[in-house]
Nanobody, 115 residues
Framework: QVQLVESGGGLVQAGGSLRLSCTSSSFSEPLNVMGWYRQTPGKRHELVATITRFGIVNYGDFVKGRFIISRDGAENTVHLQMDSLKPEDTSIYYC?????????WGQGTQVTVSS
């Protein structure tokens, strides 16, 4: 069974930082794209950041330089450094991996930012 395992969520005060990580040992080759999405109850999935196996990154408009996504070489491990967090960043953050036409999702990790 394919698994994407997330870690690093938690509670932080506004202006603080968190680092999310996601890893998978289920694949024999690098995932084409890995990234993070978030979903708040009543809202649809929202792109946070993605990174390809070649290091090309893409960020959601709301990030505005506050987050940095990185990847451990050819490993299927991705990190999201989140700085200057705001209460509106409170959400469940999901790791996503894409290989060919298949998408794989983690279980999600809660990020809560208090004001």
């Amino acid at each position: 069974q394919v698994q994407l395992v997330e870690s690093g969520g938690g509670l932080v005060q506004a202006g603080g930082s968190l680092r999310l990580s996601c890893t998978s040992s289920s694949f024999s080759e690098p995932l084409n794209v890995m990234g993070w999405y978030r979903q708040t109850p009543g809202k649809r999935h929202e792109l946070v950041a993605t990174i390809t196996r070649f290091g090309i990154v893409n960020y959601g408009d709301f990030v505005k330089g506050r987050f940095i996504i990185s990847r451990d070489g050819a490993e299927n491990t991705v990190h999201l450094q989140m700085d200057s967090l705001k209460p509106e960043d409170t959400s469940i953050y999901y790791c996503r991996g894409t290989l060919g036409i298949e998408d794989y999702w983690g279980q999600g990790t809660q990020v809560t930012v208090s004001s």
